[in-house]
């Protein structure tokens, strides 16, 4: 969805590593989330990709804004973001892309309700 952006460099090794690292603590101290999972992949689509399952008295709106509040305000780079959201029944995928030039992480994460 966002490789095109990466262009000029991917994270890698350390870099990735240490964002795949922020990713995972910032899921994990997201309220009513459990079972938090982030890989690394050599996909430049999703370098990045974790899974979820979040509390049953979650919606899937109400999952979605707490995701895209610390994407915002914790993980992505200032100098570029993009993210977007699929919301389905008791799922939510959010899709994104983040640049600190030269080198960029792109990803998903998947929240599946209980």
């Keep these: 969805m966002y490789k095109e952006f990466l262009k000029n460099g991917k994270s890698e ?3 990735l590593l240490g964002f ?3 990713l995972e603590y910032y899921l994990e ?3 009513g989330v459990s079972n938090v999972s982030v890989r690394s992949t050599d996909d430049e689509e999703n370098l990045l ?3 979820f399952k979040f509390a049953h008295d979650i919606s899937e709106k109400e999952m979605a804004d707490r995701l895209k509040n610390t994407w915002l305000d914790c993980l ?3 100098s570029f973001e993009k993210h977007s959201f699929v919301l389905s029944q008791r799922k939510v995928e959010f899709y994104f892309c ?3 030039s030269p080198i ?3 990803g998903k994460i998947v929240g599946n309700g209980t």
């Design 98 to 100: 983040t640049i600190s």
């Design 13 to 15: 090794g350390d870099n």
């Design 49 to 51: 990709v974790a899974s």
């Design 104 to 106: 960029g992480v792109t």
């Design 20 to 22: 795949l690292f922020d």
């Design 29 to 31: 101290e997201l309220e």
């Design 76 to 78: 992505s780079y200032a």
